[in-house]
C-alpha cells in the first residue's frame, strides 16, 4: 500500500531502513515515508503504523532521526498511542511538534492536548519528545506528552523519554488517569508536570529517576508562559490525587520580574494580568488566581505525597525576592498532613527542602503615625522576615485620601472602600504582600489640599502567601462600642485582622478576647488626628468572627475586619 506521504510492506525488499515497524502477534509490517522522506512525511509514517496496531500488547518501533509532528494543521491532532512506541534512544528517534495545548488566536489552531497522547496500555520508551514554536505575537502553550482533555481511566508509562516544551510539558489535566514516568528528563517554562484534573475521580503518579528543569527564560515573551513579567516554573503541579517521587531532581531557575503595572515594587508577581508563572517552586498544590481558589479542591480527597530520595536545587542566579520559591509549597492544612517526605535534600541551608510552611505565622513588627497633615512618617521598624504588611488609615472625610508610601517604595493596594464613621472621618485597610522589608523601614502619612488629620497603624506579618486577600466587612456605630459585621473566612489558618476609626478622645480601648493590639491604639487629639487602632489573631478553624470595638466615649466609631490566607 502506498499513499502521498508513506509506504507498507510485509517486507523489506531491499529498501532503506523502515521509519517505524508493527509487529501484531509476530507478523511484521514496514512502513516508509513516501517521497523525499521529510520529517513529516516520516511521522505519516509513523501515524499509519500506529492507526494499524490493535492491541496494547502491539509494538510499532521506530527508526532514527526526525518525526515532525507539524502544527496540528497539517498532520492532524496528537500521536494517538494505544500500544508500545518504541524508540532508538533519546537523542537518536525525536518527534518534533509546534502544537499547543489549546486553541489561541491566530494561526495555527489545534486540537486541545499534547503532542503525543497515551491512551490505556500506551508503553512509550527510548525517544525525544521536543516541543518547538516560532516566535509570534499569541500566547504559545506547547505540551509534549501525556492524556488529551477527554481520555480518563487510562494507564500508561513513560520510560528513558526526553520531554521538552514551553507550556505544559507532561500534560495530565483529566482525571482518573495512572500514569508512570521513570527515567525521563523533563523540561519546560511553565508547568512541567500537571497531575490530576479539575472534576472526576483522582489521579494516580508514580515518578522515579527523572530530572526537572525549569527553564522560564526558554519561554516566549507573550502569554502566560514563563518569560511574561513576572516569570518562574514549577516542577509538578497537582490539585489532588496520589503522587510518588523517588530519586528524582529538581532544577528550577526563575527570573526577575520586569512588569511595571501597580503597585510599585511588587511588579514582579502583580503584573495586573493573569499568569501561570509568578514563581518558581518544586512542587505546589498552588492554582492560579486567575481560576478562582480554591478550585477543585476537596478535603475529602486530598493530595498525597510521597517523596523519597528527591534533589531541589534552584538554578545558579535564580533571585529571591522573599517571595514564593520553595522546594515544596502545599497551600492546606488538610493536603500538609497528607505528605511524607524522607531522604531529600533541598535549596535551604545546609541542603534543608525549603517548605512553603518552614516558618510559622508571626508578628515582626508594628508602627504608628499621626499628625493634622501630611507628611507624618512613623518611627523606624526592622521589618525583615515579614511579607504581609497591613496598614489601617484614618482621615477626615471629604478630604482626598492621603497616599500612604514606604522607605521601601513598597506600593499598597487598598481593601474595599473607605468606611465612612458618621459625618466626619474614614477607616479603610490597605495591604502590602511581598514588598521589600529590612532594618529602618518607616511608613508615611502623604500630604493632601486641607488637613487630614490622619492616625495610621501598621503590622508587618510573616508566613502569609501568595494573593493573600481573602474577605472584608465592616461597618460604623454611633455610640462607646462598635462590631465590624460578621466575616467567615474561605480557609481554616487564616490571619484575621480587625481595625476601628473614632472622633472622640479615648480613656481606653479594647477588642474582643482573642485578638492582640501589639502596639496600643493611636488616640484622637482635637485638631491633630483621629484614633485609630489595629489587633489581629491567628485563627485555626474558618469560623464567623464579628468582632467587638469598645471605648469610655460615645463617639461615631468605625469598625471592619479582613481576613488572609496564610501558610501554615
Given amino acids: 500500500m502506498q499513499s502521498d506521504m508513506f509506504m507498507v510492506q510485509t517486507s523489506l525488499q531491499f529498501k532503506p531502513a523502515p521509519d517505524a515497524i508493527l509487529n501484531h502477534a509476530g507478523v511484521l509490517t514496514y512502513f516508509w515515508a513516501s517521497g523525499t522522506r521529510t520529517p513529516v512525511q516520516r511521522a505519516a509514517a509513523v501515524t499509519a503504523a500506529l492507526a494499524a496496531s490493535s492491541s496494547t500488547s502491539d509494538v510499532v518501533t521506530v527508526g532514527v532521526g526526525d518525526f515532525d509532528l507539524g502544527d496540528g494543521t497539517a498532520n492532524g491532532g496528537p500521536l494517538f498511542v494505544a500500544c508500545e512506541l518504541a524508540g532508538q534512544g533519546i537523542g537518536i528517534t525525536r518527534f518534533l511538534n509546534q502544537k499547543r495545548i489549546y486553541d489561541v488566536t491566530g494561526p495555527p489552531a489545534i486540537a486541545f492536548g499534547p503532542a503525543i497522547a497515551a491512551h490505556n496500555g500506551a508503553y512509550i520508551h527510548d525517544l525525544s519528545i521536543i516541543g518547538s514554536l516560532p516566535p509570534d505575537a499569541y500566547p504559545s502553550n506547547n505540551s509534549s506528552t501525556g492524556f488529551d482533555n477527554i481520555t480518563t481511566g487510562a494507564t500508561a508509562t513513560w520510560r ?61 515573551p507573550t502569554g502566560d508562559v514563563g518569560a511574561q513579567q513576572s516569570g518562574g516554573a514549577i516542577g509538578i503541579q497537582t490539585r489532588g ?95 500538609r498532613s497528607a505528605l511524607t517526605m524522607t531522604g531529600c535534600t533541598g535549596s535551604g541551608t545546609a541542603g534543608a527542602v525549603r517548605k512553603s510552611w518552614d516558618a510559622g505565622p508571626a508578628l515582626i513588627a508594628g508602627a504608628s503615625a499621626a499628625g493634622p497633615n501630611g507628611p507624618t512618617t512613623t518611627s523606624a521598624i526592622n521589618t525583615t522576615g515579614a511579607n504581609l504588611i497591613v496598614i489601617s488609615l484614618s482621615w477626615q472625610n471629604g478630604i482626598t485620601q492621603p497616599a500612604i508610601s514606604d522607605s521601601m517604595g513598597n506600593g499598597y493596594i487598598a481593601i474595599s472602600s473607605p468606611l465612612l464613621n458618621g459625618a466626619d472621618v474614614n477607616t479603610q485597610l490597605f495591604y502590602c504582600y511581598g514588598g521589600v522589608v529590612g532594618a529602618g523601614h518607616t511608613f508615611t502619612i502623604g500630604n493632601t489640599t486641607g488637613s487630614n488629620y490622619g492616625a495610621m497603624k501598621v503590622l508587618a506579618f510573616s508566613g502569609s502567601t501568595f494573593y493573600p486577600f481573602d474577605q472584608f466587612t465592616g461597618q460604623w456605630t454611633a455610640g462607646v462600642s462598635a462590631e465590624t459585621g460578621s466575616l467567615t473566612p474561605l480557609f481554616d489558618n487564616e490571619l484575621i485582622v480587625t481595625s476601628v476609626g473614632f472622633e472622640a478622645a479615648q480613656a481606653s480601648l479594647s477588642v474582643d478576647s482573642g485578638f492582640v493590639q501589639p502596639i496600643g491604639y493611636v488616640n484622637y487629639v482635637s485638631g491633630n488626628n483621629f484614633g485609630n487602632g489595629i489587633a489581629y489573631f491567628f485563627q485555626r478553624p474558618a469560623t464567623a468572627d464579628n468582632v467587638q470595638w469598645s471605648g469610655k466615649n460615645t463617639t461615631n466609631i468605625g469598625a471592619c475586619i479582613a481576613s488572609f490566607r496564610r501558610m501554615t
Fill in 160 to 220: 528513558r523519554v526526553e520531554m521538552i516544551a514551553d507550556g505544559w510539558t507532561f500534560y495530565q489535566w483529566t482525571r482518573g488517569c495512572n500514569y508512570t514516568l521513570d527515567q525521563c528528563t523533563i523540561t519546560g517554562s511553565r508547568l512541567l508536570v500537571a497531575h490530576s484534573g479539575s472534576s472526576g475521580p483522582l489521579c494516580n503518579g508514580t515518578i522515579t529517576g527523572c530530572t526537572f528543569n525549569g527553564l522560564p527564560d526558554t519561554g516566549h
Fill in 241 to 335: 490525587g496520589t503522587i510518588t517521587v523517588s530519586n528524582c531532581t529538581f532544577n528550577m531557575h526563575g527570573l526577575v520580574g520586569i512588569g511595571s503595572s501597580p503597585p510599585p515594587n511588587q511588579a514582579y508577581w502583580y503584573t495586573g494580568i493573569d499568569s501561570w508563572c509568578p514563581r518558581t517552586i518544586g512542587i505546589s498544590d498552588k492554582i492560579p488566581d486567575d481560576e478562582g481558589a480554591p478550585y477543585a479542591f476537596d478535603p475529602a480527597s486530598p493530595l498525597v505525597l510521597n517523596l523519597s530520595n528527591c534533589n531541589f536545587a534552584y538554578m545558579p542566579g535564580s533571585p529571591d525576592h522573599n517571595l514564593y520559591h520553595f522546594d515544596v509549597e502545599l497551600e492546606y492544612a488538610w493536603s
